[in-house]
């Protein structure tokens, strides 16, 4: 465990940002942050990132008592602007120093991180002149220069084309395997590319959190739809791992199983009691059901 | 005009080197600018006939986030 | 330490860019050289602007040296406070409106290096441009007028320069309250001018008044002596200084928002 959060909670005068929500960040965990716009993303993670001083809770990282747990993060605002003065190279080096990065490690992460968000080229180049996908990559290089624990980005690809989104979430898989990542988005396809964990937030509310296996599971309702031949005329009804069963008409049916093991003894006994197989489809509910679901729950 | 004739000349001649060079670095950073606050060649008058005030005002008011 | 000297730097090196490095100074230098030159040709531009009567004498007494560096003082208390108050007016607001200012706030810097940082770094260049321009000034007078001491003209200068450690503070302050560049100049001119208006109004009670740092370079400069009341002026400007910078770090931690 990297992080606890516990009963955070954000106000802001009259309106509540952010309930108290309870999560933990998993070390070496990849956490997508799901949910509509307004949903309080963009304050829990300022709070995590220490911009924002939770109105109630705790957030702890394991292992450090102390209160300023910033040099351990790296962080990357939703719409980054930087020092236009500056030249890439000359804003990480500020941001480096600004961490602490030893001067000698710093001049070599310079060079990889440079290299890693492709923007070497440039380096010399005044920021002012830049893309919105290349300051985007160039704020995801400052939130990582100095290998912090935790990568906190608001938003990452969400301003960006479908290029610069791919190319932000490709390098967002390869750090994966070298930090904790937490991000937060309103797209689901996001999420899913890259990440095992999901937070979903809405109005304030911590709605989900877990695995993207866990909440395909909890969510799948194992249901099949079979059509046969002959009528059907209830041959079905007496079996024991029958959850559901609906008629849609006298040849088709959509069932609901205990388990989708049960699959294969369900057309057994369709065979024994001689009906004839025409259409057999399992229903399985996508992620984005799955996601609706939970969002409406 | 007979007093102007009587101008100390290496008096005055800093004071006008050293509002020229005022302008002259007004106008170089002026044209490496792409955008102003105002359209941009609303500024060149401004920078040249408005003696010193000209171009402290394009420094201080001319610039968008620099 | 660290993050005060990162900080400094990177102002200075702001600085260089955008040019304040440069235009500051010379336009102090050009206000202090004004003085002097104008009025030693004082009598020649009156004969030239003014439809004289035949015949008529000008007969205007030629200012001592001394009272030339005092009439530029005043000229620097005037367009040089609101100057100085201009070229502040952004150093934080403008960070703040960009948002870069959170590139510096995630990593582990304190309130207070942002904001002294700040502070020492523009007060330096502000204290550079004034210096230019009062050597200058002093340069112009000892040779147009007379000789003064050079020991008055440092000592008038470093009495003078409490003034702009005030404003930087003062500026500052309004930069970490206002968002707004206009609201931020305004606020600090119309406090100053307040603070000057009082001083007038009120001499009984407003002894240790900034604004009679004035006064007091008058005092060195003509007669020679900074007493007590010099004491008590610049020991009340420097603790006014401390103090609004103090509130400046506290507010800035109870105002400054991030983000939406």
């Known amino acids: 465990m990297l992080v606890t959060v516990q009963y955070v909670s954000k106000q802001f005068k009259k309106h509540t940002a952010v309930h108290p929500i309870s999560f933990s960040i998993g070390k070496g965990r990849c956490i997508a942050l799901l949910g509509p716009n307004g949903a309080g993303k963009t304050t829990t993670l300022q709070m995590l990132a220490g911009l924002l001083k939770p109105t109630s809770g705790t957030i702890e990282f394991v292992g450090n008592k102390q209160i300023d747990n910033r040099s351990q993060i790296g962080f990357l605002p939703q719409h980054p602007t930087f020092f236009n003065w500056m030249t890439a190279q000359e804003f990480l080096q500020f941001a480096g120093e600004l961490s602490h990065v030893p001067k000698k490690q710093l001049a070599i992460r310079l060079k990889e991180t440079l290299a890693f968000v492709r923007l070497e080229d440039v380096r010399n180049k005044k920021i002012g002149g830049f893309s919105g996908g290349m300051k985007q990559r160039l704020g995801l290089a400052q939130a990582l220069l100095h290998e912090p624990e935790l990568l906190i980005l608001d938003e990452p690809v969400s301003a960006l084309d479908p290029t610069g989104r791919r190319d932000v979430l490709q390098l967002l898989d390869q750090l994966k395997s070298n930090m904790t990542i937490l991000f937060s988005t309103h797209i689901l396809h996001d999420a899913e590319?890259?990440?095992?964990?999901?937070?979903?937030?809405?109005?304030?509310?911590?709605?989900?959190?877990?695995?993207?296996?866990?909440?395909?599971?909890?969510?799948?309702?194992?249901?099949?739809?079979?059509?046969?031949?002959?009528?059907?005329?209830?041959?079905?009804?007496?079996?024991?791992?029958?959850?559901?069963?609906e008629y849609v008409d006298s040849f088709t049916v959509k069932v609901r199983l205990k388990s989708l093991a049960n699959s294969n003894q369900l057309v057994q006994t369709l065979i024994e009691n001689k009906r004839t197989l025409a259409h057999f489809e399992l229903l399985q509910d996508s992620l984005e059901d799955a996601f609706m679901k939970v969002m409406e729950r | 005009m007979q007093t102007f004739t009587e101008l100390n000349w290496a008096l005055i001649a800093p004071l006008i080197g050293l509002q020229l060079i005022l302008m002259i670095f007004a106008l170089v950073n002026w044209a490496k600018q792409d955008e102003t606050n105002g359209p941009k060649w609303m500024w060149i008058p401004i920078i040249v006939f408005v003696s010193m005030i000209g171009p402290v005002a394009y420094f201080i008011f001319g610039r968008k986030n620099v | 330490m660290r993050n005060f000297i990162i900080l400094f730097n990177k102002e200075m090196k702001e600085s260089l860019r955008n040019g304040k490095w440069i235009w500051l100074p010379i336009v102090m230098m050009v206000i202090g050289m004004m003085q002097p030159i104008t009025s030693y040709y004082m009598p020649q531009i009156l004969e030239m602007a003014g439809n004289l009567p035949e015949g008529a004498v000008i007969d205007i007494p030629t200012p001592?040296?001394?009272?030339?560096?005092?009439?530029?003082?005043s000229q620097f208390g005037t367009i040089g406070t609101l100057l100085f108050v201009l070229a502040l007016m952004n150093v934080i607001s403008q960070e703040r409106q960009t948002g870069a200012i959170v590139f510096v706030v995630v990593r582990p810097v304190r309130v207070f290096q942002y904001i002294v940082s700040k502070y020492v770094a523009q007060l330096f260049i502000l204290l550079v441009a004034f210096a230019a321009g009062y050597l200058f000034t002093w340069y112009y007078t000892n040779f147009l007028f007379n000789y003064v001491p050079w020991i008055l003209m440092l000592g008038s200068l470093g009495v003078y320069s409490l003034w702009?450690?005030?404003?930087?503070?003062?500026?500052?302050?309004?930069?970490?309250?206002?968002?707004?560049?206009?609201?931020?100049?305004?606020?600090?001119?119309?406090?100053?001018a307040m603070l000057s208006l009082l001083t007038t109004l009120f001499p009984k009670y407003m002894e240790w008044s900034p604004s009679n740092l004035s006064t007091e370079t008058s005092k060195i400069l003509i007669e020679g002596e900074w007493g007590s009341s010099t004491l008590l002026v610049s020991v009340s400007t420097l603790t006014l200084s401390i103090l609004f910078l103090g509130l400046a770090v506290y507010l800035f931690k109870k105002l400054v928002r991030f983000g939406n």
């Open chain 1, 193 to 245: 590319q890259v990440c095992e964990d999901i937070l979903m937030l809405k109005d304030g509310r911590l709605k989900w959190s877990g695995t993207l296996e866990g909440l395909k599971k909890e969510y799948n309702s194992l249901a099949i739809k079979l059509q046969t031949k002959e009528p059907i005329n209830g041959a079905l009804d007496q079996l024991d791992f029958m959850e559901e069963i």
């Open chain 3, 64 to 73: 001592s040296g001394e009272e030339v560096l005092i009439a530029t003082l």
């Open chain 3, 164 to 192: 702009i450690v005030l404003l930087t503070a003062v500026t500052l302050l309004f930069g970490t309250v206002l968002r707004n560049s206009g609201g931020i100049a305004g606020m600090s001119i119309l406090f100053l």
